[in-house]
C-alpha cells in the first residue's frame, strides 16, 4: 500500500458516517440512563409552570440536573428529584419529592435540589437519609413529650394535689404563689431530672436581689421538697436543692424608724388632737399598750379576748414565728377594747373593723397615714414602738429580758431557753404589761416625761 493510502479512506462515505453513528447511538444510551441530561438545557420559569393545566400538561416537566415539576391529575403539584445511587454495588433509580407547589416556589426548589445533591455526592442515599432524619426526629419528640409530662413544673403541681389536704388554704396559695412567680418561669418546662444547684441557685439569687430574704429561703425549701418528691416517685436521681442552705444571704439589719423617748408627751398630744378616725387613733393607742406587730392587732377578734382573765390569745396563724402568743392587757388596754366594744357589730367580728367595709380589717397603710399625718412621716413608724418599748424596758434592771423578748414574740436564738414554755414569763410580762400601761398613760395626762421607776407595781 502506498505511504498516503490510509489517506485514500477519506474519500470513503463509510468511514465518515460511522463516527457519526456511534456518537448518536451513545447521546441516546445516555439519555435512556441518565434522564436529567436529556432536560438539563430546558430550564423552567414560574411563568411556564403557572401555565400548566389539566389534562394537556399532566405528568413531569424538567428543570434540568434530575429536578422535575410533576403535575397529577387530582391537580396537586410538586417537586421530585430523580437520580441514581449504587446500592450493593448495582445502580438503582430513585424519586425523592422534594416539596408541593406552590408553597415550595422554583427558587426554593432548586435550592432543595442543590442541598439533597450534596448529601448524594457525600457518599448517602437522599432518601434513606430523610427516612433516617424523620425516625430521628420523631424520637426527639416522643421523648420531649415524656420530658414535658417530668417537668419540673408537672411534677410540683403532683406533689402539691398529693398533700394539699394536709395545708390549710393559706399556705397552699402561698406554695403556688411564690413558686409561680419565682420558680415556674425559670425551670417549670426543664426535665426535673435535669435541673441543677447553679438553675436553682440563680433563682434565689434573682430574689435576694430585689431584697426578699425570708422569701428567698422560702422558695428553697419549698423547692427542696419538691425534688425530694422527685427523688422518691423515681423521676430524679438527687435533690439539687439539698445542702444549700449555706448560700442562702443574710438579711441586713434594717433598724425601722422609732420615736425617740422625749417626743412620746407630744405624741399623745399629737393622737389626741388628730382628726383621724377614731378607730384608726385606737388601733394605733393599743398597738403602742400592747406592744404587738400591727397586723396582729388589725385581725384581732372578739373571741381572742377574756374580759375576766384580761388575757388576749393571738392564733399562731396571725404570728410571724407561727407560734400562739398570748397578751396580758393592761388597765389601759382594756378601756380601749370596752369602748371598741360599744360599737362593735357582731361578738364574733374584728375588733378594729375597716372604716368603709366592717367586715374587713382596718388596713395597716391607714394606720401609717394616720401617723404621717401627725408630722412622723420619715421620723418613726408603727413597728418602730416595738423597738421603744424593749429600749425603755431593757434600762429597767428589774425586768428579766427574756420575758421582754417573749413580750414581743421574737424569736429565741438560745435554744436553752426557747425549751422553756412560754407560762414560765407570764407573770413577769404581767408584771410589764401594767408598768408599761401606767407609765405611757402618766406621761400622756402629764404632757411631760416621768420616772419609769415610779410605776413599776
Same mark, same amino acid.
Given at each position: 500500500?502506498?505511504?498516503?493510502?490510509?489517506?485514500?479512506?477519506?474519500?470513503?462515505?463509510?468511514?465518515?458516517?460511522?463516527?457519526?453513528?456511534?456518537?448518536?447511538?451513545?447521546?441516546?444510551?445516555?439519555?435512556?440512563?441518565?434522564?436529567?441530561?436529556?432536560?438539563?438545557?430546558?430550564?423552567? %420559569?414560574?411563568? %411556564?409552570?403557572?401555565?400548566?393545566?389539566?389534562?394537556?400538561?399532566?405528568?413531569?416537566?424538567?428543570?434540568?440536573?434530575?429536578?422535575?415539576?410533576?403535575?397529577?391529575?387530582?391537580?396537586?403539584?410538586?417537586?421530585?428529584?430523580?437520580?441514581?445511587?449504587?446500592?450493593?454495588?448495582?445502580?438503582?433509580?430513585?424519586?425523592?419529592?422534594?416539596?408541593?407547589?406552590?408553597?415550595? %416556589?422554583?427558587?426554593?426548589?432548586?435550592?432543595?435540589?442543590?442541598?439533597?445533591?450534596?448529601?448524594?455526592?457525600?457518599?448517602?442515599?437522599?432518601?434513606?437519609?430523610?427516612?433516617?432524619?424523620?425516625?430521628?426526629?420523631?424520637?426527639?419528640?416522643?421523648?420531649?413529650?415524656?420530658?414535658?409530662?417530668?417537668?419540673?413544673?408537672?411534677?410540683?403541681?403532683?406533689?402539691?394535689?398529693?398533700?394539699?389536704?394536709? +395545708? @390549710?388554704?393559706?399556705?397552699?396559695?402561698?406554695?403556688?404563689?411564690?413558686?409561680?412567680?419565682?420558680?415556674?418561669?425559670?425551670?417549670?418546662?426543664?426535665?426535673?431530672?435535669?435541673?441543677?444547684?447553679?438553675?436553682?441557685?440563680?433563682?434565689?439569687?434573682?430574689?435576694?436581689?430585689?431584697?426578699?430574704?425570708?422569701?428567698?429561703?422560702?422558695?428553697?425549701?419549698? %423547692?427542696?421538697?419538691?425534688?425530694?418528691?422527685?427523688?422518691?416517685?423515681?423521676?430524679?436521681?438527687?435533690?439539687?436543692?439539698?445542702?444549700?442552705?449555706?448560700?442562702?444571704?443574710?438579711?441586713?439589719?434594717?433598724?425601722?424608724?422609732?420615736?425617740?423617748?422625749?417626743?412620746?408627751?407630744?405624741?399623745?398630744?399629737?393622737? @389626741?388632737?388628730?382628726?383621724?378616725?377614731?378607730?384608726?387613733?385606737?388601733?394605733?393607742?393599743?398597738?403602742?399598750?400592747?406592744?404587738?406587730?400591727?397586723?396582729?392587732?388589725?385581725?384581732?377578734? +372578739?373571741?381572742?379576748?377574756?374580759?375576766?382573765?384580761?388575757?388576749?390569745?393571738?392564733?399562731?396563724?396571725?404570728?410571724?414565728?407561727?407560734?400562739?402568743?398570748?397578751?396580758?392587757?393592761?388597765?389601759?388596754?382594756?378601756?380601749?377594747?370596752?369602748?371598741?366594744?360599744?360599737?362593735?357589730?357582731?361578738?364574733?367580728?374584728?375588733?378594729?373593723?375597716?372604716?368603709?367595709?366592717?367586715?374587713?380589717?382596718?388596713?395597716?397603710?391607714?394606720?401609717?397615714?394616720?401617723?404621717?399625718?401627725?408630722?412622723?412621716?420619715?421620723?418613726?413608724?408603727?413597728?418602730?414602738?416595738?423597738?421603744?418599748?424593749?429600749?425603755?424596758?431593757?434600762?429597767? @434592771?428589774?425586768?428579766?429580758?427574756?420575758?421582754?423578748?417573749?413580750?414581743?414574740?421574737?424569736?429565741?436564738?438560745?435554744?436553752?431557753?426557747?425549751?422553756?414554755?412560754?407560762?414560765?414569763?407570764?407573770?413577769?410580762?404581767?408584771?410589764?404589761?401594767?408598768?408599761?400601761?401606767?407609765?405611757?398613760?402618766?406621761?400622756?395626762?402629764?404632757?411631760?416625761?416621768?420616772?419609769?421607776?415610779?410605776?413599776?407595781?
Amino acid at each position: 500500500m502506498p505511504p498516503y493510502a490510509p489517506m485514500a479512506c477519506l474519500d470513503n462515505p463509510l468511514f465518515l458516517w460511522v463516527p457519526l453513528w456511534v456518537f448518536l447511538l451513545n447521546s441516546v444510551w445516555d439519555q435512556t440512563k441518565y434522564p436529567q441530561k436529556r432536560e438539563i438545557m430546558r430550564k423552567l %420559569t414560574e411563568i %411556564t409552570i403557572k401555565s400548566f393545566k389539566i389534562p394537556e400538561n399532566i405528568g413531569r416537566h424538567s428543570d434540568g440536573a434530575g429536578l422535575f415539576f410533576e403535575l397529577l391529575s387530582s391537580g396537586r403539584k410538586r417537586w421530585i428529584y430523580r437520580y441514581r445511587v449504587k446500592i450493593d454495588g448495582k445502580w438503582s433509580e430513585r424519586t425523592l419529592v422534594l416539596g408541593t407547589y406552590p408553597q415550595m %416556589t422554583l427558587a426554593k426548589a432548586r435550592q432543595e435540589l442543590a442541598i439533597q445533591k450534596s448529601i448524594l455526592d457525600a457518599g448517602e442515599d437522599p432518601s434513606t437519609k430523610r427516612k433516617e432524619d424523620k425516625r430521628l426526629k420523631e424520637k426527639a419528640r416522643d421523648k420531649a413529650e415524656r420530658e414535658k409530662l417530668d417537668s419540673f413544673e408537672n411534677i410540683a403541681l403532683e406533689f402539691w394535689e398529693q398533700n394539699k389536704e394536709n +395545708w @390549710s388554704k393559706n399556705h397552699f396559695s402561698h406554695i403556688k404563689r411564690s413558686l409561680g412567680k419565682d420558680v415556674f418561669p425559670v425551670i417549670g418546662n426543664i426535665p426535673i431530672a435535669k435541673v441543677t444547684p447553679q438553675d436553682i441557685l440563680g433563682i434565689i439569687r434573682t430574689i435576694e436581689n430585689r431584697g426578699s430574704y425570708e422569701i428567698a429561703a422560702k422558695v428553697l425549701q419549698r %423547692t427542696r421538697a419538691v425534688f425530694a418528691y422527685a427523688v422518691r416517685i423515681g423521676k430524679a436521681k438527687s435533690n439539687p436543692a439539698n445542702d444549700m442552705q449555706g448560700v442562702l444571704k443574710k438579711r441586713p439589719v434594717i433598724h425601722r424608724k422609732a420615736l425617740p423617748k422625749i417626743d412620746l408627751p407630744d405624741f399623745f398630744t399629737r393622737l @389626741s388632737a388628730s382628726t383621724d378616725h377614731s378607730i384608726t387613733k385606737a388601733a394605733l393607742k393599743f398597738i403602742v399598750l400592747t406592744t404587738v406587730r400591727q397586723g396582729e392587732a388589725r385581725h384581732a377578734l +372578739w373571741p381572742e379576748i377574756d374580759f375576766t382573765t384580761r388575757m388576749w390569745s393571738i392564733p399562731a396563724e396571725r404570728m410571724k414565728m407561727k407560734k400562739p402568743h398570748i397578751i396580758y392587757l393592761s388597765d389601759q388596754a382594756l378601756k380601749i377594747l370596752e369602748e371598741m366594744k360599744k360599737h362593735a357589730i357582731s361578738e364574733e367580728g374584728l375588733i378594729f373593723p375597716g372604716i368603709k367595709n366592717p367586715y374587713k380589717p382596718l388596713s395597716d397603710g391607714t394606720i401609717l397615714k394616720s401617723l404621717n399625718s401627725m408630722g412622723y412621716a420619715g421620723k418613726a413608724t408603727v413597728h418602730g414602738f416595738r423597738a421603744l418599748f424593749s429600749s425603755i424596758a431593757n434600762e429597767i @434592771s428589774c425586768f428579766d429580758k427574756d420575758a421582754i423578748e417573749r413580750q414581743l414574740a421574737h424569736r429565741e436564738k438560745n435554744h436553752v431557753r426557747a425549751a422553756y414554755h412560754r407560762s414560765e414569763y407570764l407573770e413577769e410580762r404581767k408584771k410589764i404589761m401594767i408598768w408599761w400601761g401606767a407609765w405611757l398613760e402618766a406621761i400622756e395626762q402629764r404632757g411631760a416625761l416621768v420616772p419609769e421607776e415610779d410605776y413599776i407595781p
